[in-house]
């Protein structure tokens, strides 16, 4: 299928590149890292080789989020989009952008992502889960109150909030001591970004603002998959939880996920049983995953041809308002 839009698909700056080493297969860092510091034609080549037209970048994990030094987190963020806008501009029908964004500093990260939407033209802001802030052990999350107005400002501007994982701290989870094949994306990432996002849904956030919307990748870090025995738990036992509806009704309606590095026929069957078709995006998580499997995978799933074009694109196009952007 040709047109596919793509919504998790990262690169990087000199000053994150080595952050994603670690992630780097056996010895296949030197082609990882090419890829990530390429925004032309490497990419661009890879894309039309398999019916993506369109793709939205954001910086590599845990990017800007790691970098417990405020002031450095501000400029790294604000070098890093910088950055994005030029391949934007160059390729304005191939590339948008998400903002990184220094969520240690929740007025400075509400100010970034205003200047990345209505000065870069970035479609909304992706961040690597939680932020290190003051000390390399400092850890917030983002239903913390002192967020509250970096909330209402990703309201007010109309753009998504996608929340992307990375592992959590070794000295804050030692279940994974001694287990380093259950790090990154085989376990880890997936448990922290869904108990992050349990966070804010339960926090009451989406309550506070009603239209804020949420992306998560991978189908969902396995929510969908687990959201009805959190509710059924919390039906007999809420523990002063603050939000007002069960959780599931937060899915629905404040959520969307991508396809992003779930190659799965039967997690998508699930993911679209919860929360509906319409709430579902193509995406490869590039230069992560290899852009084949994806794109074979989901050009040949069964599908409705009405399923296929809104998963693979006019949901992206909804969502993000590409309407100007993208080719018919």
Same mark, same amino acid.
């Given at each position: ?28 860092? *030197? ?20 019916? /993506? ?10 990017? /800007?989020?790691? /970098? ?39 007025? *400075? ?85 869904? *108990? ?18 949420? /992306? ?113």
């Amino acid at each position: 299928m040709h047109g596919k839009i793509a919504l998790e698909e990262h690169f990087a700056i000199a000053a994150t590149l080595s952050m994603s080493e670690r992630y780097a297969i056996d010895h296949a860092w *030197t082609s990882l890292r090419a890829r990530l510091l390429d925004v032309g034609d490497l990419r661009l080549s890879e894309m039309d080789r398999h019916g /993506i037209g369109f793709a939205i970048l954001s910086l590599n994990a845990p990017g /800007i989020q790691e /970098i417990h030094e405020v002031p450095l987190a501000i400029e790294t963020a604000r070098a890093a989009n910088d950055r994005l806008a030029g391949a934007v501009r160059a390729h304005p029908d191939r590339f948008g952008g998400f903002a990184a964004l220094p969520m240690q500093d929740p007025d *400075t990260a509400a100010g970034e992502l205003t200047r990345a939407v209505e000065e870069l033209g970035f479609h909304g802001a992706l961040v690597n889960g939680y932020s290190q802030v003051g000390s390399a052990d400092g850890v917030i999350y983002y239903d913390d109150p002192r967020y509250d107005a970096f909330w209402a400002t990703v309201e007010r501007l109309h753009v998504p909030f996608y929340l992307h994982p990375r592992d959590p701290l070794p000295a804050r989870e030692p279940i994974y001591d001694g287990h380093p094949w259950l790090l990154g994306p085989v376990w880890a990432f997936g448990v922290e970004t869904s *108990t992050h996002a349990l966070r804010l849904m339960a926090s009451g956030l989406f309550d506070r603002h009603p239209r804020l919307t949420l /992306i998560l990748g991978h189908l969902g870090e396995g929510l969908p998959y687990s959201i009805w025995r959190c509710d059924h738990r919390l039906a007999k036992s809420p523990r002063g939880i603050p939000a007002r509806r069960p959780l599931a009704e937060y899915l629905r309606s404040n959520v969307y996920l991508t396809t992003s590095g779930h190659f799965w026929t039967r997690s998508l069957e699930a993911a679209m049983a919860e929360i509906g078709v319409d709430r579902v995006m193509f995406s490869v998580d590039y230069p992560f995953e290899d852009t084949v499997d994806a794109t074979t995978w989901f050009d040949h799933v069964p599908l409705s041809d009405i399923d296929r074009v809104k998963i693979a694109r006019s949901n992206a196009i909804d969502l993000l308002r590409l309407g100007n952007v993208v080719q018919a």
